[in-house]
């Protein structure tokens, strides 16, 4: 006979389930505060500024006029479309510059990414220095290319008279009639690098199995290029366009720097003019009318092969002489390349060395007949532009932003790519749009709001708008290097009792110390590059960065202190070619693995 049975005790039903949902509470917990910095900076600081725009754009209202706000619905609009004698020429103007913009950079860099993907020697070293103009602080970019374009003294001018091209010398960024190949050409050599990154991030997801199959059945090289790599490049193609056109329409440093919308109107365009004349005397209605445009136009806007060849010798001996001759060919291209991307440092670095007579001869010449480093000298005194004090603002704040930065990147970056909590598809969206909002579609909004907290003139405000440019891309990075940590270093860390935040800072941080750093550099470059925000909420010696007072002093002596103005530059840029000479392996993995924003 059996026992008696003895009854186990019964477990309460709910004891398991209540200790999951209470681990399930403090998973997504966690997750939410790690990903509450980046969600808050980004509503707080840039979709709350562009509901402002847009609400401000319904109203008749004035910063300086004293008069109260009136609701004028949409006859801003109104004013703008139908009774503005300017608008359509400036709409052609963006046009022009937005689509011709895009066009010539596209047509620079597909070239570039071919060779840059290519099995070529020193190859990091060729990518790192087509980098160096897309990372080169904008104010630098438009003294170099105004000196090239000068009308009497300039080097263009001199070759093309040589070749016997022209016969009179050219004012280039004064002529109606050649601003525009003069801006479009500065354009494509400021942006074609990061055209050029996002395609060779494409090229290398391309199988080589594709290209060696087409190349077995006979394709040359041409009809692999059009009938294989073209379309698998075409999404990758699509939105790095896409990105280039909101950018670029967002953007009028370019132009303001070289041209101040001039001569006349003729290079004014819709970004310019939403914020100028904006400051100090600043009318937010008409401002915001050609911002708002802006979102509007933003929202609509196998082969011919050969037959299958012969196996044997010959094709063996063919081949080597093909393969040699191409290696020749894409050095001879990589020569090319560096002479476009380098030429006008190089110039400007020449420059700096000589003396004033040999600066203003009417004949340049690349040899310096007297060696001097008396610009040097004039741009770091008092009597030039003073660059110390410059220097420490733009340091100050640069550091401050990339410290904030690299905060808000580690746990925003870290909770993007760990915890799947409701939501976050809404904070992935949040970080993408982000990057699209800036400039003048946050500028006046911005500057109430400085103005409302008495930040105007201050670092702290540059510190905090900033961080608008970087602290997006620097989460989207961070995911993407947090994402290639092992989890079964963290899950060994649980098991061995380590909490949520130990595991975070004792394990994984460690790890991911050089994506860290990288993007803090990044976020200092990107500050000590920026000129449109400084140049709107900044005006005192106390906040006014470097590239504030170099423009300034461009303006006011740029014609008779060339060799100055252009030590300025040099000094300036040397910071960033430095860090980015760091960075660099870092950023371009980064970027190529997540494709962002330039």
């Known amino acids: 006979m059996h026992g008696p049975v003895t009854a186990k005790p019964a477990m309460p039903p709910l004891a398991r389930p209540r200790r999951k949902w209470k681990e399930l509470v403090k998973e997504f917990g966690f997750g939410y505060l790690l990903l509450a910095p980046v969600a808050l900076y980004i509503v707080v600081f840039q979709f709350y500024p562009l509901f402002e725009t847009i609400r401000l754009s319904l109203f008749d209202y004035s910063l300086v006029s004293g008069r109260p706000m009136r609701f004028a619905w949409f006859e801003n609009y109104e004013k703008l479309l139908v009774r503005d004698d300017d608008f359509w020429p400036i709409f052609r103007n963006s046009v022009l510059w937005v689509l011709g913009s895009t066009a010539l950079q596209f047509l620079v860099a597909i070239p570039a990414a071919m060779l840059l993907n290519a099995r070529l020697r020193l190859r990091g070293l060729w990518r790192g220095l087509t980098m160096v103009p897309w990372v080169s602080p904008i104010v ?49 050599w400021k942006g074609f690098p990061y ?28 009809q692999r290029f059009v009938w294989v790599t073209l379309p698998l490049l075409k999404p990758v193609m699509v939105a790095t366009g896409l990105v280039c056109i909101i950018s670029t329409w967002t953007k009028f440093e370019m132009i303001w720097v070289l041209t101040n919308g001039g001569p006349g109107f003729a290079t004014s365009i819709f970004a310019h003019l939403s914020v100028y004349p904006g400051l100090p005397i600043l009318r937010s209605g008409h401002g915001r009318r050609g911002g708002d445009h802006f979102h509007a136009v933003y929202r609509r806007d196998h082969a011919n092969l050969q037959s299958p060849v012969r196996q044997g010798k010959g094709l063996r001996v063919k081949r080597v002489r093909t ?29 700096t060395f000589k003396v004033d007579e040999e600066i203003f001869s009417s004949v340049p010449t690349w040899k310096i007949r007297q060696f001097t480093l008396e610009h040097y000298a004039w741009a770091m005194s008092e009597r030039g532009i003073n660059l110390g004090r410059l220097l420490m603002n733009s340091f100050t704040v640069c550091a401050i932003t ?40 946050i500028m006046i909004p911005w500057y109430k709001m400085a ?56 394990v994984t941080v460690p790890l991911a110390v050089p994506g860290l750093v990288a993007i803090c550099l990044y ?46 530059g040099v000094i300036v840029i040397l910071p960033v070619v430095i860090l980015f000479a760091f960075i660099q392996r870092f950023l371009i993995e980064g970027m190529t693995s997540g494709g962002i924003k330039g």
């Open 140 to 188: 630098i970019i438009g003294i170099i290319w105004k000196w090239i374009y000068d009308g009497q003294y300039g080097l263009l001018n001199h070759y093309l008279k040589m070749l016997h091209v022209i016969r009179d010398n050219i004012i280039w960024l004064g002529d109606a009639n050649w601003v525009w190949p003069a801006l479009l050409l500065t354009s494509a």
């Open 195 to 222: 055209v050029a990154l996002m395609l060779l991030s494409g090229l290398q997801g391309i199988s080589r199995d594709c290209l060696e199959a087409a190349q077995v059945d006979g394709a040359n090289a041409w």
């Open 323 to 351: 393969e040699a001759m191409s290696q020749g060919l894409k050095y001879a291209g990589v020569v090319l390349l560096m002479a476009f991307t380098l030429f006008p440092f190089l110039w400007m670095l020449n420059t």
């Open 402 to 441: 990339a410290a904030m930065t690299g905060v808000v990147a580690c746990l925003s970056g870290y909770g993007l790519a760990r915890y799947r909590v409701p939501g976050v598809g809404l904070v992935v969206m949040l970080i993408v749009l982000a990057q699209m909002i800036q400039g003048p579609l």
């Open 451 to 506: 103005a409302a907290f008495h930040l105007l003139n201050t670092k702290t405000v540059l510190v905090l708008i900033y961080g608008t440019m970087t602290i997006p891309v620097g989460v989207w990075l961070m995911h993407g290097f947090f994402r290639t940590i092992p989890r079964e270093l963290e899950e060994a860390a649980y098991i061995d009792g380590a909490g949520r935040v130990r595991t975070l800072f004792v």
């Open 523 to 568: 976020a200092f470059i990107l500050g000590w590059n920026d000129y449109q925000y400084a140049l709107i909420l900044t005006n005192s010696l106390a906040a006014k960065t470097i590239q504030i007072g170099i423009a300034e002093v461009m303006d006011s002596m740029g014609k008779t202190s060339w060799g100055g103005i252009l030590a300025s």
